[in-house]
């Protein structure tokens, strides 16, 4: 794609996060959102790339899966994390062993918390959406469910790397199916290689959360809007042990509760 100019880029990523797919949500949605706390984080491998761009965006939260087996929700609030993506299954018959744990004290805590689904790229996308439906329920003002697309180089049962049109039409039946369980559209997950590899800025109708952990989104994904940017994987916050993915929203406050408002399952 086209390179597009930095502010042209934010501009962009701003209106899709005031903007993106899905309905409506419930009219309560804004008025219940806690006040944004400011993050209070350490990295033990900055990036001096992303430092600054990092610096202007007020609204963090984290991705948590089995690999956090101790999170204090109340202190990691009160430290700056406004939202958590918590990983619940992966493809058709795997549930993340901490996911309950991590649903539950979210939730306690006060955060806005979003279920995500790893996709098993030797699995109909049918049965995989299923999986996902039985173990995340739909609760009003939780945040739309994740679908997290990349590849698989390491996995023990399935490497394969089908082409770009056929991954792309599974991805489609998913959004498809997700929007209509939850009410909301789903957020893509993806990172640098699988969304060029694939040509994924052709899939429409959805909110991108990218990975980019050396540089700004608009740098690695020209001209794509974004919603979440996962700017590091070696994060350090107060209440969570050891290493932790941090993301940042797109925009403002303001951005950030207006999105809420309309992206929050209904």
Known sequence: MRWLPFALTAALALLAACGGGGPKAHPHAAATLQAVTKLNFADARPHPATADHVSRLPVHGVDVARFQTAIDWPEARANGVNFAFIKATEGGDRLDEMFEAHWRGARQAGLRRGAYHFFYHCRPPEEQADWFFRHVPRRSGDLPPVIDMEWTPTSPTCTIRRAPEVIRAD????????????????????????????????????????????????????????????????????????????????????????????????
């Open 171 to 266: 991805a489609e039946t998913l959004v498809s199916l997700f929007t209509r369980h939850y009410g909301t559209a789903p957020i893509l997950y993806t990172t640098v290689d699988f969304y060029e590899d694939n040509q994924m800025w052709r899939l429409k109708g959805v909110d991108f959360w990218l990975r980019s952990v050396a540089a700004h989104p608009s740098e690695r994904y020209p001209g794509q809007p974004w919603t979440f940017w996962q700017h590091t994987s070696t994060g350090r916050i107060p209440g969570i042990a050891g290493d932790v993915d941090i993301n940042a929203f797109a925009g403002s406050e303001a951005a950030w509760a207006a999105w809420i408002a309309r992206r929050a399952q209904p």
